[in-house]
């Protein structure tokens, strides 16, 4: 190793601090029944104080764009907002959120990017005494965060029972 000699010059390095992108809606599981209507917010955290353009499209099951909204972040403007889009009718929805550089437009990609998914449906109606009883939902091999989602995900689509691990996989 003596005898080989080497080095190594980097040019034109650059660092980027992108911001933290986040959607989410009012509910902890995104499952929203009418009447409520979905409600996102939309989080932009960064830390570098630039201007920049958050282009929000939501996309129904076809990937039809069903609402679209864009604001200026960053540099002086809020970087938390609420949306109640209006939207075709019950379903479900993808949510995509992105950021771009105000100096560039639509000319060069996204700086940061999220995606999210909510469903929105009717109010229940009539069900009989039993209908609860006659699905379930399986969640074997989730991690305690998502297990932690457990009570409130049955409650929104209405389901009494749960099949659950008794043992981890390890």
């Given at each position: 190793l003596r005898d080989v000699r080497g080095g190594a010059w980097f040019d034109d390095i650059a660092i980027w601090q992108v911001p933290h992108v986040?959607?989410?809606?009012?509910?902890?599981?995104?499952?929203?029944?009418?009447?409520?209507?979905?409600?996102l917010q939309m989080v932009v955290r960064d830390l570098t104080d630039q201007?920049?353009?958050?282009?929000?499209?939501?996309?129904?099951?076809?990937?039809?764009?069903?609402?679209?909204?864009t604001r200026q972040v960053g540099a002086g403007h809020a970087g938390q907002w609420y949306w109640t889009p209006k939207l075709p009718g019950f379903g479900w929805?993808?949510?995509?959120?992105?950021?771009?550089?105000?100096a560039y437009g639509n000319r060069g990609g996204p700086i940061a990017r999220t995606l999210g998914a909510f469903l929105w449906l009717p109010k229940r109606v009539g069900a009989s005494q039993y209908d609860p009883y006659r699905f379930g939902l399986v969640a074997q091999g989730l991690a305690p965060d998502r297990l932690a989602l457990m009570p409130d995900l049955l409650h929104a689509v209405g389901v009494n029972r749960i099949v659950l691990s008794a043992w981890q996989r390890d």
């Open positions: 986040q959607v989410s809606t009012q509910s902890t599981v995104n499952i929203i029944r009418n009447p409520a209507k979905p409600k201007q920049m353009t958050a282009h929000v499209n939501i996309y129904d099951l076809r990937r039809r764009v069903v609402a679209s909204q929805y993808l949510v995509d959120l992105q950021v771009r550089e105000s």
